[in-house]
Nanobody, 124 residues
Framework: QVQLVESGGGLVQAGGSLRLSCVTSGRTVSSGGKGWFRQAPGKEREFVAAISWSGGSIYYADSVKGRFTISRDNTKNTVYLQMNSLKPEDTAVYYC?????????????????WGQGTQVTVSS
């Protein structure tokens, strides 16, 4: 059984910062690629960022490039998403995802397990 637990969401003013964390547990997940996705009300889930097992390959959505940073600490089975210069359009539920493959993935279908999500609200 694979479990992912996100934390760190909340309410922040535009221009502010938040750091999301995702702790994973279960067989093999610590050695796989990890990703962050988000879903705003009435919209489809969209890719935000992804990182390979080694951290050597990282992908970002164009909408967050230069503002968000994904990282991981494999000794703690934790992946992070540092979000700076937040905008109201970043408001969404943010989901952590894990895949067995070691490379990062940009599509939701490439991931095997998902967390329950954490709400991020950015006020203008």
């Amino acid at each position: 059984q694979v479990q992912l637990v996100e934390s760190g969401g909340g309410l922040v003013q535009a221009g502010g910062s938040l750091r999301l964390s995702c702790v994973t547990s279960g067989r093999t997940v610590s050695s796989g690629g990890k990703g962050w996705f988000r879903q705003a009300p009435g919209k489809e889930r969209e890719f935000v960022a992804a990182i390979s097992w080694s951290g050597g390959s990282i992908y970002y959505a164009d909408s967050v490039k230069g503002r968000f940073t994904i990282s991981r600490d494999n000794t703690k089975n934790t992946v992070y998403l540092q979000m700076n210069s937040l905008k109201p359009e970043d408001t969404a539920v943010y989901y952590c995802a894990a895949r067995i493959g070691r490379t990062p993935g940009r599509s939701a279908g490439e991931y095997d397990s998902w967390g329950q999500g954490t709400q991020v609200t950015v006020s203008s």
